[in-house]
């Protein structure tokens, strides 16, 4: 074979092999890859007994079937997702929150009130509350075990006990008969499988029908099917010799986005275009802060959104870089995040090889997820921040080198979040009005970011800016975050112990509706237009009259002390994460005028009591809650409770007044003062006054006077900039603080430098006023200012070369020279060392305002001073002299009064 | 004597130094933009030749003698280009003993197949006029130089058979209007070629005449770019060739992105790791024909039915069935610039069904090559079933197939043309020929993202690209 026929053969057959497949057509489709796993075996399906459902036709039990390989007890055991909180019950009756889980933490969007035992009135009995909460729940937990730990099938029936009870729909309560509705079990596939049919799962939940609700998630499988109550299983997906299922009709996977999203918010992750569910409970995540994870760029999204043409990000930038939600919530013993399991070694140990093998991993994957400090999910707090932050993938101070100044400083203030996630693309929920119900007995609901009904096509989504909000951290830094707040308004009554509860649904129910439409009263007290109907504008308490009419009706159901209560609610916000260039990257979008840290939220539009900030969170809601003009309640962020100082936007009020008194009234004196000199000068015959010229300064005095002039007159004008940055928008706020601190080298070597001449010269004894006869000098030359100055009478004391300064000036000096100048520096200083020490000397909400304080008296200084120098010989001659060095003094007998001193001193 | 300045001045220059250069030197200043539109070539002043060109002028060649007198150099410059000779330098092919050359003179592709033989309609494209005379006679002569093909306004310049000007044309007008070529002029043949609007480029057709922005970055928007902006020219040996037509290609004879965009980084340092082993091209050429558009398949075999309706876009009875599609994603091969192999009339069939007009060279070992989109053009077309190679047809003129419709007779024409024996047993084999795909570049928010590429839905074949797996998962090159 010819050499080139060979070569062409295998270039040929490699191309063929590599393009044959997809012969015809140029643009092979994407096939998009099955995440099921390979590895995972087929495994036989078992019910509780251990039976495989081949022969007991039962329902399929995880703990048994996943339990063949894995140690499900270790899992189920070591699973906030399944405990729910159970675990922290407490049973409190006095407070409405007995847990800090969703089992047992009153939630007002929620509303209904998981009863605790002896609870005068039922609301939510546990198996209500599994109902309830079907599609947030896994299983095991709650669903399986009683608050004190036994198993729900063992308990009897008994109505009076809130976990073996029912409240009816007519108010009634039944006895739940647990061993019917069967438990629920940790339900691994709803994690695990790569489609699980998760609506057939929450429509057994929601049906009483717990026991079944592991197998209907999979349905629609080929694998199980349903008929008359009994499962039936299909034997064609079964290996007929060894009873095993065949594992690639399952999907046994890692979890998904899509998986996690089952029960927390909106994922998606296909090409068409994204639309979500707003401002719906039933997507947690979404509703409460409008997070939306999404690999897809906004502006292909089918999402009715303002100015979306220009909003070329992507939603989630960790989705697009294919980040899944396993990544930073990882299982905390998983082998392949050994390097976080590392960082608590000892520091001579830089690896340690003692970890998990893959295998024991697998045996027994801890299910307690590394996780964030978020304010809105409190269970199982001993894990908040586990989870790999931001810092732990990024490194801030790389990654801002090229433009953000004061890398720490910013960091040590602000999370990540805070600049990264500006805006959010989709609606929230603002308010929650749970005081009026609507016909189908649900809250009135507001959303924000949104104009129009939320999930109608033609309404206009704007999205919103988040509030920032100071947080506490599990190591007790606190630093700013972005949080939407939901603010709730409910009515409490006092039951029979005194305790403080939250009007039940079905007492409100009872005293809004009739037949499903709102009782006649009600109407009569509400409808405001008198045409028999309630609108939506009628629908709120905005009088007493409506308030009294709803508390009577309350009342009248047996009802203790009625009222209303509001309170708000901060939703951290740590998704939709964008990159630098989308991020808040200009400094005056919070140095300025309208920072954006003390930017204000709206909690609703209409209030019927002022709410108090929930405190039951990492938050610190140190803002203030206030009623706007229009009637709305608004969020202001008050950053300076939270010991927060930022250049251009936080200011003391009073420095800057007295400041500005002082340089304001200085310059009306040496305005008044002279003026009257000019027309006292009129009134003296000229040329009286015989005058020398003196050689007066050397040139290094003039040097270093005049440079400390230009940089003090520059320093004042670029630190006036940095505190009002809002009305020098012309300046590059950056720049000017790069400027200020340059200029602020250059005073301070200045003014070391000349130090060291005027010490080693001796000169340094003009500056010092002599105590002796200091006061008697003092009052001469004061005297000389208020009158003598007037009549054209000579200075009491000569101006000398060697001296020439005056008792005044001498101690004017003394002052500035050792204590504003002193101060200025040190505060500089001190104000520079905060990047690295944050809390020095009080940090900034303390230097800031003090070194402008003293940049006041510097202004008033220069005016004084500037004035002084024109009471030479002529007016301009002072000034000649810093100048040229010669200056013509008056040459003259000392004034009769400092001849009078002199004499007497001798 | 009184000094000009006073001293004290210099004190004053010594301290305005002293803040200033300090600050000056510290002051945080914005990076200096790289800008790529400042390498756009400047055009010389156009002169206009209204005045200057005076005619009068019957035949086109009478055009090109007007122009010599002045431009002396021009036709000879114009002669050593392949716009002129149709055919590339000549390539030593691993698979010939002989060195080979490649052009429409004397090669074949997969659309109309060949120029040989069918000289009088496809000379329409060449930029010299008399090709009735023969080969050899029209190329001898520099007076059939065509000027006006790539100079004068094509609003009153046109070419006809034998790459003559068309009939109705005013010569005098287009001599008037010569200046430098625009999109129209080489649009002219490079839009249209392969017989119609977008037939051969997946990435050049007629919405190219009035871009958006939106279609081409560099043609639409702000720069307007022409095609010789980036196809810079010098003694008429324009820059840029077309891999199809060659085996290997010179770099420096190659545009490429670089030109302009000089030392230009992405901001995000994710993308520039890209870089090694992704083209310009691949992420900001994210799909093709855009708007008008283009030929995926040609089946030949269909071609000749009594009683089909033709249709522009699916049939015709002269050229067969064919496929059009638009804005689809291309499809991805690793590319050095140069052919791996190139069909030479005569070359035997591909083994394994498919035979290759072109096959771009690289793989993922080629430290030269980056992953690179292509428009892949699948045809059927007609071979000697005895000689085992593809055949040119003869298809326009008298006795051609889109006269007779006798693929027999056609194939006897071309062996008395062109000298390729035919057997007298045809048949119709698969051919691929791949078209690199760089122009309609999208702006930085219209290319490619992560997960156009990464993730379950991405568009790359990683394993067929010869990774392991995805990259973001088990690492690049």
Known sequence: ?906 | MKKRFPSWTLGLVGILLLILVPVLYFLPRAQAKNDPASYIPEKPVHVDHTDIVQGEFKTGQDVTRACLECHEDAAAQMMATTHWTWESKEFNVPWRDEPVTIGKANQINNFCIGSQGNEVTCTSCHAGYGWEQGRETQQANPENVDCLACHADMGVYGKSKYGNPAESVDLLAAARSVRTPTRENCGKCHFDGGGGNGVKHGDLDESLYFPSESLDVHMGGENDMQCVDCHWTEDHQILGRMVADNYTIDPKEQVSCEECHINQQHEDERINTHLASVACQTCHVPALALEDPTKITWDWSQAGQEGREDDHFTYLKIKGEFVYDKDFAPTYLWFNGNNEYRYILGDPLGKDGVTYINKPAGSIDDQNAKIFPFKLHVAKQPYDVKNNYLLQPVTSGEGGFWTTFDWNSAFELAQEKIGLDYSGEYGFATTYMYWPTTHMVQPANEALQCESCHGENGRMDWEVLGYPGDPIEWGGR
């Open chain 1, 1 to 906: 074979m010819k050499k080139y026929t060979l070569i062409t053969l295998v270039g040929l057959t490699i191309l063929a092999l590599a393009f044959g497949i997809n012969a015809v057509l140029a643009a092979p489709e994407p096939v998009p890859a099955s995440q099921a796993s390979v590895l995972h075996p087929d495994f036989a399906l078992l019910d509780a007994n251990g039976v495989n459902v081949l022969e007991s036709n039962g329902a399929v039990s995880t703990i048994q079937t996943c339990g063949q390989c894995h140690d499900t007890e270790f899992i189920v055991s070591h699973a906030f997702h399944s405990d729910l909180g159970l675990n922290a019950y407490n049973g409190n009756s006095e407070t409405l929150n007995s847990s800090s889980g969703l089992f047992g933490e009153w939630d007002p969007m929620t509303y209904r009130f998981l009863s605790p035992a002896g609870d005068e009135r039922l609301d939510l009995s546990t198996a209500e509350w599994l109902m309830l909460n079907g599609a947030r729940i896994v299983g095991g937990g709650p669903a399986e075990t009683s608050r004190n730990g036994k198993d729900l099938t063992n308990l009897s029936p008994n109505k009076a006990d809130p976990e073996t009870a029912i409240l009816n729909e007519d108010s009634s309560v039944s006895a739940w008969q647990w061993d019917e509705s069967g438990t629920m079990e940790m339900n691994c596939f709803l994690c695990h499988l790569e489609t699980p049919n998760n609506e057939a799962r929450v429509e057994a939940i929601q049906s009483g029908e717990f026991g079944n609700a592991t197998t209907a998630t999979l349905l629609g499988l080929n694998i199980v099917s349903e008929a008359d109550g009994a499962w039936s299983y299909n034997t064609e997906a079964f290996n007929a010799e060894t009873g095993e299922l065949k594992n690639d009709l399952l999907g046994i996977q890692d979890p998904t986005n899509q998986n996690c999203a089952a029960c927390h918010g909106e994922v998606h992750a296909t090409e068409e275009p994204l639309t979500f569910n707003a401002c719906d409970l039933d997507y947690p995540q979404t509703a409460t802060t409008g997070q939306v994870v999404s690999a897809q760029s906004i502006n292909d999204s089918g999402v009715n959104l303002a100015n979306k043409n220009e909003l070329d990000r992507s939603w989630d930038v960790h989705a697009e870089r294919q980040l899944q939600c396993t990544d930073c919530h990882y299982a905390l013993n998983n082998p392949s995040h050994a390097s976080e399991l590392q960082s608590s070694n000892p520091e001579h140990l830089v690896y340690d090889p003692r970890s998990l093998e893959i295998g024991e991993y697998l045996e027994r994957p801890d299910h307690n997820f590394a996780r964030g400090e978020s304010a809105q999910f409190n269970v199982a707090p001993e894990y908040k921040g586990t989870m790999r932050r931001c810092e732990n993938c990024h490194d801030a101070s790389k990654g801002h080198a090229d433009w953000l100044p004061y890398i720490d400083t910013h960091m040590e203030a602000l999370a990540c979040e805070t600049c990264h996630i500006p805006q959010m693309y989709a609606p929230a929920i603002q308010s929650y009005d749970w005081t009026v119900i609507t016909t189908d007995g649900s809250a009135v609901e507001n959303c924000r970011g949104i104009e129009g009904t939320p999930n109608d096509v033609t309404s206009l989504v704007t999205g919103y800016e988040p509030v920032l909000l100071n947080r506490t951290n599990v190591d007790g830094d606190t630093m700013l975050a972005p949080y939407n707040l939901i603010t709730s308004f409910y009515w409490v009554y006092d039951d029979a112990s005194g305790n403080a509860r939250p009007v039940r649904q079905i007492d409100l129910e009872a005293v809004y509706l009739e037949n499903g439409k709102y009782a006649a009263d009600i109407v009569t007290a509400f409808d405001a237009n008198g045409d028999s109907q309630l609108s939506s504008d009628e629908l709120t308490i905005d009088s007493s009259a409506k308030e009294e009419a709803v508390k009577a009706k309350l009342t009248a159901l047996g009802l203790d002390n009625v009222r209303i209560e509001g309170m708000v609610q901060p939703y951290s916000i740590n998704h939709n994460v964008t990159k630098g260039e989308y991020a808040v990257n200009d400094c005056k979008a919070c140095h300025g005028a309208d920072s954006r840290v003390a930017q204000s939220i709206k909690l609703a539009d209409s209030a019927p009591v002022m709410p108090v900030f929930d405190g039951n969170n990492n938050v610190n809601g140190t803002g203030e809650i206030v009623k706007g003009e229009d009637g709305a309640l608004y969020y202001q962020p008050a950053p300076a409770n939270d010991k927060m100082y930022v250049f251009g936007s936080s200011r003391v009020n009073w420095i800057d007044w007295f400041g500005a008194l002082a340089f304001a009234g200085s310059l009306l004196g040496v305005i008044g003062h002279g003026t009257m000199r000019m027309f006292a000068a009129r009134k003296q015959p000229k040329g009286a006054v015989r005058t020398e010229r003196v050689y007066m300064y050397e040139p290094y005095r003039r040097f270093w006077h005049w440079l400390q002039t230009f940089t003090i007159v520059l320093l004042l004008f670029t630190g006036l900039i940095i505190h009002r940055a809002d009305i020098f928008g012309a300046f590059s706020f950056r720049g000017i603080v790069t400027v200020h601190n340059v200029l602020g080298i250059i005073l301070v070597i200045n003014a070391a430098l000349s130090l060291f001449y005027h010490i080693t010269t001796d000169k340094i004894r003009e500056f010092i006023p002599h105590p002796y006869g200091f006061f008697d000098d003092a009052i001469v030359q004061a005297k000389y200012y208020i009158n003598g100055i007037f009549k054209g009478e000579g200075h009491p004391f000569e101006k000398l070369p060697t001296s020439r300064m005056n008792p005044i000036q001498k101690a004017t000096y003394f002052a500035i020279l050792n204590v504003l100048l002193p101060l200025q520096i040190i505060t500089g200083v001190l104000m520079w060392a905060v990047q690295k020490w944050p809390e020095i000397a009080g940090g900034l909400p303390f230097l800031a305002p003090f070194h402008s304080l003293v940049a006041w008296l510097f202004g008033t200084f220069i005016v004084v001073h500037v004035y002084m120098t024109t009471t030479g010989a002529t007016p301009l001659e002072a000034m000649r002299a810093m100048v040229t060095g010669y200056e013509e003094v008056e040459k003259h007998e000392p004034h009769e009064e400092a001849k009078k001193v002199k004499k007497e001193k001798k």
